[in-house]
């Protein structure tokens, strides 16, 4: 008589369209040539996270640290530095979810696959600031929010529902008015003359 055990796994699910963000920030990959830090926004955590990455990872490897303490003041920076990695690089990401995003985005265009790319988001919890593309004024606006909420866009003024859809080609998630009808592409029902 063969005896089979069964045990039963219970995995986490993570939903379609949304980002993942770690627990707790990712080591640095051994396999790296060379390691660039990008350190974003004034968080604390953002601190604490980005000086145990470039520790871990100098010893080992050539390491860059840029910090910019916003995405506009801190853009030629980051530019800069992505303009000069090579194969090889990991680029660790570390700030809040609007700068991350967009930030991702910005490596994924400059030829960053995903295996190069990690990330550690220091507000993840909750409502948070997130890039959000309206599909009605089709610009990318930073909201306060989360997937499934809703919040008014300041290009056209609309109230949005921000969609459990993330693009990680845009860094952004997708938004539309609240009050939209849905195209179904039928007719109108023609009104019956009595």
Do not use: K, N
Not at 79 to 108: F, S
Not at 151 to 160: I, K, N, S
């Amino acid at each position: 008589m063969t005896t089979v055990e069964i045990t039963e796994t219970v995995e986490t699910e993570v939903r379609l369209g949304l980002p993942h963000w770690p627990a707790v920030p990712e080591p640095v990959d051994p396999s790296a040539a060379t390691v660039l830090v990008l350190a974003l926004g004034g968080h604390p955590r953002t601190a604490e996270v980005a000086g145990a990455w470039v520790r871990e990872a100098e010893g080992r490897v050539p390491t860059r640290l840029v910090v910019a303490d916003d995405l506009v003041t801190g853009h030629d920076d980051v530019a800069a530095a992505l303009d000069a990695v090579r194969v090889g690089v990991r680029i660790m990401v570390v700030g809040p979810q609007h700068d991350v995003l967009l930030t991702l985005a910005r490596c994924r265009a400059h030829g960053a696959s995903g295996a190069e790319l990690r990330a550690f988001v220091v507000d993840a919890v909750g409502p948070t600031d997130l890039p959000v593309y309206c599909a009605h004024c089709r610009a990318t606006h930073r909201l306060h929010g989360e997937p499934g909420g809703t919040a008014v866009c300041p290009g056209c003024t609309r109230l949005l529902e921000i969609h459990p859809h993330h693009s990680a080609v845009r860094g952004s998630f997708l938004a539309s008015d609240t009050g939209a009808e849905p195209d179904t592409g039928a007719e109108p029902d023609e009104q019956v003359a009595a």
